[in-house]
């Protein structure tokens, strides 16, 4: 037995471990580590982390093509090139398609971002989804991405023991290509995977050996990583909500196949651009108006790495972005809840309950109006609005056995933004949640009480509309 053998059979196999850069392939054909040591990138056969003596696995053992390790350190040596590699990197993937300009913005800082996934300042990882009918190009697309991407693996089927293994082993990028992904991910029991994998430090747990009894049984696999989706069919809306949507325009043309060897040039410069910013701290991005709640989440760290790659980048990163929250606002609008929250605008401006700084809002009247124009057999039942209401976290009391929601000028505001609707003009407020009433001199509060009550309808407790 060599050596080597040897050696290996004393080490733990690994490829992911604190101040691994990458892994690397020298001139032999031997699998390198490229990590930190004393600050500095270097190449080594073996390392000795907190733990174990850990040695790299075999190329047979890795789904992906590694990176030359002499061509990684030459263009480490280089220094920095960030806006040479970004304008060569945008001339590789317009090879194999064609997207509109805004998208191959969100694609490009995508396949950066890869890179750093894991660095300290990022806590999220979005999802990049093509979405569109068949032959639009979405799986060319996708694996021209999938190549060049930090340990990319393109995947054609969900199997959960495959899909932990690259997550917890590799930390790669997954390339999920679909006809039909919500279902795929039911009917193979890992929809918690593909929710969780946007969020650094997720987990998945298993019960893996049930024979050694509680607490030993459960194995935790981190599930945590860049994701790639193609699919035929619309996600799951809460699946959706991680995504950045990419609709393939209809551009018919010739364009070449992607391959990985053609990436291999491009993955030495991304993993150099990667040992480079790894260990350094990225810059503090304020929060953008129109950019809010998760998707200001999923899309933070792409301003980050426009920073690092080119400071007039995140205007056009901002402009991308602004595009999706556009479309995710018309979704959101004709959603049940949009259409609840376009009913209570109605019931607002109607009254000229807006200029108070609190009001009310009797559900009774909301029940009506949204009920108003749907057929007799789409008709929702109080209980079950009562209930959705709540769902949206808007207060409610009851007042003489009838109950309101309670609503001030700040979340209003907040409900119309986050529903696509246009938000209100800023104009001078009034101390008290008082107003005239008209015709009568009279100053009284912004609760409808005075109003006429109308008899509610009813149904199941248990009826959901469509």
């Given at each position: 037995m060599s050596d080597v053998e040897t050696y290996t059979e004393a080490a733990n196999l690994s490829a992911f471990f604190p101040g691994l850069i990458d892994l690397c392939v020298a001139d032999n054909g031997e699998v390198l580590f490229l990590h930190y040591?004393?600050?500095?990138?270097?190449?080594?056969?073996?390392?000795?982390?907190?733990?174990?003596?850990?040695?790299?696995?075999?190329?047979?053992?890795?789904?992906?093509?590694?990176?030359?390790?002499?061509?990684?350190?030459?263009?480490?040596?280089?220094g920095d090139c960030s806006q040479l590699l970004y304008e060569d990197f945008l001339a590789y993937l317009k090879r194999f398609?064609?997207?509109?300009?805004?998208?191959?913005?969100?694609?490009?800082?995508?396949?950066?971002?890869?890179?750093?996934?894991?660095?300290?300042?990022?806590?999220?990882?979005?999802?990049?989804?093509?979405?569109?009918?068949?032959?639009?190009?979405?799986?060319?697309?996708?694996?021209?991405?999938?190549?060049?991407?930090?340990?990319?693996?393109?995947?054609?089927?969900?199997?959960?023991?495959?899909?932990?293994?690259y997550s917890h082993n590799l930390h790669g990028t997954l390339f999920l290509d679909l006809l039909d992904i919500t279902q795929k991910a039911k009917k193979n029991d890992c929809e918690d995977i593909l929710l969780l994998r946007a969020e650094k430090g997720a987990t998945s747990p298993r019960v893996t050996n049930p024979e050694k009894g509680p607490f030993l049984d459960t194995t935790y696999y981190d599930i945590y990583g860049p994701t790639i989706i193609a699919s035929n069919e619309q996600l799951h809306k809460i699946l959706e909500t991680r995504c950045l949507p990419i609709v393939m325009p209809n551009h018919p043309g010739n364009y070449e196949n992607p391959k990985p060897e053609l990436a291999l040039d491009l993955k030495a410069r991304l993993t150099a651009w990667r040992a480079r910013y790894l260990s350094q701290p990225l810059p503090e991005i304020s929060p953008i108006n129109g950019i809010t709640g998760r998707l200001w989440d999923i899309t933070k760290p792409l301003?980050?790495?426009?920073?690092?790659?080119?400071?007039?980048?995140?205007?056009?990163?901002?402009d991308a972005v602004?595009?999706?929250?556009?479309?995710?606002?018309?979704?959101?609008?004709?959603?049940t809840e949009g259409r609840l929250v376009a009913v209570i605008r109605e019931l607002t401006e109607e009254k000229n309950l807006s200029i108070c700084t609190e009001w009310e809002i009797k559900v009774s009247e909301i029940h009506r109006q949204f009920n108003k124009e749907r057929p007799a057999e789409h008709q929702v039942s109080s209980p079950w609005l009562g209930k959705k209401l709540k769902s949206m976290s808007l207060r409610n009391r009851t007042v003489n056995g009838r109950s309101e929601i309670q609503l001030n000028r700040h979340e209003y505001t907040i409900l119309l933004e986050q529903y696509g609707a246009n938000p209100l003009p800023t104009n001078p407020l009034p101390e008290k949640s008082e107003l005239l009433q008209d015709g009568t001199g009279v100053v009284g509060s912004c609760r409808e009480s005075g109003h006429t009550r109308q008899p509610e309808l009813y149904g199941g407790d248990d009826e959901i509309p469509f």
């Open positions: 040591q004393n600050g500095e990138a270097v190449l080594s056969e073996r390392v000795m982390t907190d733990i174990d003596l850990v040695v790299p696995p075999g190329r047979e053992y890795l789904p992906f093509l590694l990176p030359e390790a002499q061509e990684v350190m030459s263009a480490l040596n280089e398609s064609s997207l509109d300009d805004l998208q191959w913005i969100l694609v490009a800082h995508f396949i950066f971002l890869t890179y750093l996934h894991d660095h300290s300042d990022i806590s999220y990882c979005p999802y990049l989804l093509f979405y569109a009918v068949p032959e639009r190009g979405k799986s060319r697309t996708g694996k021209s991405v999938c190549y060049v991407a930090f340990r990319g693996v393109h995947l054609i089927e969900l199997r959960p023991p495959i899909l932990f293994r301003f980050q790495i426009a920073q690092v790659i080119d400071p007039e980048l995140v205007h056009r990163v901002k602004l595009a999706i929250a556009g479309e995710k606002n018309l979704s959101r609008l004709d959603s």
